[in-house]
């Protein structure tokens, strides 16, 4: 019952989606017919102008030519009012013809969508903290928020900021590096860290930001187009395992150098939460051409989608190898204690020499076994420390492909 009410459901919507194209295509005849007015009045001013033109090359006098060149100034005028008009119009056009293409692409993914999933859409869509994310369907489990962190709806920009910052500041002049002073220098992953991830601390637990390797993913396994929907340009991200997508509108960046807002209606940049170098981190970069991803300066201002779903091990595997950074400086510490150990046995039968030899050899000896065991000991220790690590990381590896089998497809 439930998924013969799903597909009647769909059947209807696409009934209105096609009710309301035809609507449109009558708002378009509308906006071309002001179209070809507009342009008419254009090409009158355009012969008036010319008219005028001619006219000044047969002026006598210079009162005549004053009075010519005065009225055409004024058509000068006039021309530029309705060219502006024009474009407004050519815009609106544009938008209305988007429009028309979106509610037939909508169409065309509802009927593919029921036909990938069986008519059963609500197990590919869900609700976290008040947010709304669509499985892709995507291997790795990855489940992407509709809307970008701070917007309350798919084609709003919202939040836009420096990587490892979680609010946007109040200027754009302060997104240089003389404004920054997070996160600099070598970093781990930052995925999931309430005080670096913008997605974890807007959005709280369970969102975060994507890692690099996420952002290939998806482009990986959807198509993609630069269109406008509902009225924004943007990238559309199409599901070629399960037909569902996600519209991440163009939101521009800051440059480094001088913090200024560009490229706002053509391109996008989203950061990654994967850090490169000392002053760098991954990012998807798109425009009307094309997506890929690269990297940006950490101190620009770049915008958030958020992901949740999959398994979170970044910091797993960073405290793993902080262990692993422990456990090897215990070991270097281990070494120079047997070395210690040795010089102090050499120096103990270099004493046995002396007319007191034999009990500085003792001694010697004496403090160079309890050195030796302390550093056996600590050796030993270390190597212990050095196996719980590896098993640690083992573990780990084997829980993450246990919850990537678990929510992959």
């Known amino acids: 019952m439930k ?45 008036e102008y010319d008219k005028k033109t001619s006219e000044f090359q047969y002026c006598k006098t210079d009162e005549e030519r004053l009075v010519v060149l005065a009225q055409r100034e004024e058509i000068e005028k006039r021309w ?35 036909i ?4 059963n859409t609500e197990a590919y869509c869900g609700v976290l903290n008040g947010h709304e994310w669509v499985d892709l369907g995507l291997p790795s489990g990855t489940k992407w928020a509709t809307c970008n962190v701070g917007a309350e709806r798919r084609g709003q920009v919202g939040v836009r900021v420096a990587w490892a910052e979680v609010k946007q500041k109040r200027n754009w002049s302060e997104y240089t590096w003389e404004g920054y002073t997070l996160a600099r220098g070598d970093m781990y992953d930052i995925a999931g860290d309430a005080k670096m991830d913008a997605a974890t601390a807007n959005w709280g637990e369970g969102w975060r930001m994507p890692t690099r390797e996420e952002w290939e993913e998806l482009r990986e396994y959807c198509s993609w187009d630069f269109v406008m929907w509902d009225g924004i340009e943007g990238s559309l991200f199409v599901s070629d395992i399960n037909a569902n997508y996600i519209f991440i509108p163009c939101a521009g960046y800051t440059r480094d150098d001088s913090g200024k807002l560009i490229y706002t209606q053509y391109n996008g940049a989203y950061w990654a939460s994967t850090p490169l170098g000392n002053d760098g981190a991954y990012a998807l970069i798109f425009n009307y051409e094309l997506n890929y991803v690269s990297t940006g300066m950490r101190c620009s201002a770049h915008s ?13 595997a960073a405290a793993v190898a902080q262990s692993a950074s422990q456990t090897i400086a215990a070991v270097k510490g281990a070494t120079e204690s047997l070395a210690e150990a040795n010089k102090s046995t050499t120096e103990a039968n270099n004493g046995a020499n002396a007319s007191d030899g034999n009990r500085a050899a003792n001694g010697g000896n004496k403090s160079a076994s309890e050195t030796s065991t302390n550093g056996l000991k600590s050796a030993n220790d270390a190597l212990n420390a050095l196996k719980d690590t590896a098993e640690a990381a083992d ?11 678990l929510f992959g497809r």
């Open 3 to 47: 998924t013969t009410y799903t597909y009647l459901l769909t059947a209807l919507m696409i009934i209105v989606a096609a009710g309301s194209a035809q609507a449109q295509s009558t708002k378009l005849d509308s906006l071309k017919r002001v179209s070809d007015a507009v342009t008419a009045q254009q090409s009158a001013v355009v012969e």
């Open 80 to 114: 530029v009012k309705i060219n502006e008009k024009l474009q407004r119009v050519e815009r609106e056009i544009y938008i209305e013809n988007a429009r028309i293409a979106q509610v037939e692409l909508e169409e065309q993914l509802t009927k593919r969508r029921n």
């Open 116 to 119: 990938k999933q069986g008519g």
């Open 304 to 316: 958030i989608r958020a992901v949740c779903g999959a398994p979170d091990v970044a910091h797993k």
């Open 395 to 405: 573990g780990a590896v084997k829980a993450f492909k246990s919850l990537k089998s």
